[in-house]
Nanobody
Framework: QVRLVESGGGLVQAGGSLRLSCAASGSISSINTMGWYRQAPGRRELVASITSGGKTNSADSVKGRFIISRDSAKNMVYMQMNSLKPEDTALYYC?????????????WGQGTQVTVSS
């Protein structure tokens, strides 16, 4: 099993920055991709992801503002969020995808709230 715990959300003014952290525990070696999703009313979207090989992907809406990184030695994934906008307000979830016992799996953290005031 893989367990994910997020931290780092909060309230920030527009233009400010936050860094989200996700700590992974359990069968870490089975994880292929980790990422951040956000849930706002009526939609959930992939914000950014990073593979075990370090390849990153991010939504167009956050390109140039959010940076995802991974510290494999510490089993951590981070997302530095800069130039935050009110529309970035959402519940952010850490996500892990991998293969265990020949089966694909997906795990979610409990979520951390990010609120950006105008």
């Amino acid at each position: 099993q893989v367990r994910l715990v997020e931290s780092g959300g909060g309230l920030v003014q527009a233009g400010g920055s936050l860094r989200l952290s996700c700590a992974a525990s359990g069968s870490i070696s089975s994880i292929n991709t980790m990422g951040w999703y956000r849930q706002a009313p009526g939609r959930r979207e992939l914000v950014a992801s990073i593979t075990s090989g370090g390849k990153t992907n991010s939504a167009d809406s956050v390109k140039g503002r959010f940076i995802i990184s991974r510290d494999s030695a510490k089993n951590m994934v981070y997302m530095q969020m800069n130039s935050l906008k009110p529309e970035d307000t959402a519940l952010y979830y850490c996500n892990a995808k991998g293969i265990m016992g020949g089966m694909l799996y997906e795990r979610w953290g409990q979520g951390t709230q990010v609120t950006v005031s105008s």
